[in-house]
């Protein structure tokens, strides 16, 4: 029933690490989301994927690269994680990334811990 | 630079009165303005929204305000209730760029009692 799904919920891990973090979106949406939320509550975009095609990728360390293997799915990929990583990771989704004010729709988060 | 402003981190309020939550913001581009409420570890799930074109757009208990010279918007949920005891984010976006959301950083509301 989940709209939108993401693995695993916490995911703590060491410095230099490599990690992934699985997004799923049943409804059908055309575009997908990552934010980051950051110690300070604040929550931030970082990449938006429409049909597979990145669309949005917001000064992004190199580190962090999104794969969007199919329309429903958007998994990011941290490489040599660093503590100033963690932080709650919210995917999320919407019918049309063009269509103005498309609501979005998020899944529970991922909170990433470094140590 | 934050572009989306809550200055007050949290409120406290009595049930069966009103809440009135407040955002700011800074770029006069925005012209869509959403507010998001979130409870503890679950995502943010969208409440209510409004285009620039309008300066009130009310939904149940819920109404939201938008006051574009000021570049203020406020959330008023009447009568409050023990439920909506969740953190409140208020966000915006530009006509063509409404995919992108600039988030406040959340206000916490609780009602008692």
């Known amino acids: 029933d989940t709209a939108v799904s993401q693995t695993p919920k916490y995911l703590v891990t060491q410095m230099g690490n490599d990690k992934s973090i699985k997004c799923e979106q049943n409804l059908g949406h055309d575009t997908m989301y990552w934010y980051k939320q950051d110690s300070k509550k604040f929550l931030k975009i970082m990449f938006s994927y429409n049909n597979k095609e990145l669309i949005i990728n917001e000064t992004v360390p190199n580190r962090f690269s999104p794969k969007s293997p199919d329309k429903a799915h958007l998994n990011l990929h941290i490489n040599s994680l660093e503590l100033g990583d963690s932080a709650v990771y919210f995917c999320?989704?919407?019918?049309?990334?063009?269509?103005?004010?498309?609501?979005?729709?998020f899944g529970p988060g991922t909170r990433l811990t470094v140590l | 630079d934050q572009q989306v402003k809550q200055n007050s981190p949290s409120l406290s309020v009595q049930e069966g009165r009103i809440s009135i939550l407040n955002c700011d913001y800074t770029n006069s581009m925005f012209d869509y303005f959403l507010w998001y409420k979130k409870y503890p570890a679950e995502g943010p799930t969208f409440l209510i929204s409004i285009s620039s074109i309008k300066d009130k757009n009310e939904d149940g208990r819920f109404t939201v305000f938008l006051n574009k010279s000021a570049k203020h918007l406020s959330l008023h949920i009447v009568p409050s209730q023990p439920g909506d005891s969740a953190v409140y984010f208020c966000a915006a976006s530009e006509t063509y760029n409404t995919d992108k959301l600039i988030f406040g950083t959340g206000t916490r509301l609780q009602v008692f009692p």
């Open positions: 999320a989704s919407s019918q049309d990334a063009f269509l103005t004010g498309d609501t979005q729709y």
